[in-house]
């Protein structure tokens, strides 16, 4: 059971951390997009889709993370 609970942390940091980078790559992108339309920066419907996947996808990636854990070592 500690694997489990090891890959479980592990998937949660991961998941958190892509949840961060695409954040931050497409606020980068809809900032340059402003500056080059010269209008306010915002996410448009695509980035905050992609977001929400990612998101979701982080969800679930503890879980699996701790039953790979489980399988592999445990």
Same mark, same amino acid.
């Given at each position: ?29 809809? *900032?340059?997009? !402003? ?5 306010? $920066?915002? &996410? ?6 992609? @977001? *929400?996947?990612? !998101? ?5 990636? $503890?879980? &699996? ?6 399988? @592999?070592?445990?």
């Amino acid at each position: 059971m500690e694997e489990a609970i090891k890959g479980a942390v592990l998937g949660g940091v991961i998941g958190i951390v892509l949840v961060v980078l695409e954040y931050l790559m497409l606020s980068k992108d809809a *900032k340059e997009r !402003a500056v080059k339309l010269h209008r306010k $920066p915002e &996410l448009d419907d695509v980035a905050r889709l992609r @977001i *929400k996947t990612i !998101a979701r996808f982080a969800f679930v990636l $503890p879980l &699996l993370f701790g039953a790979g854990f489980w399988l @592999i070592w445990g």
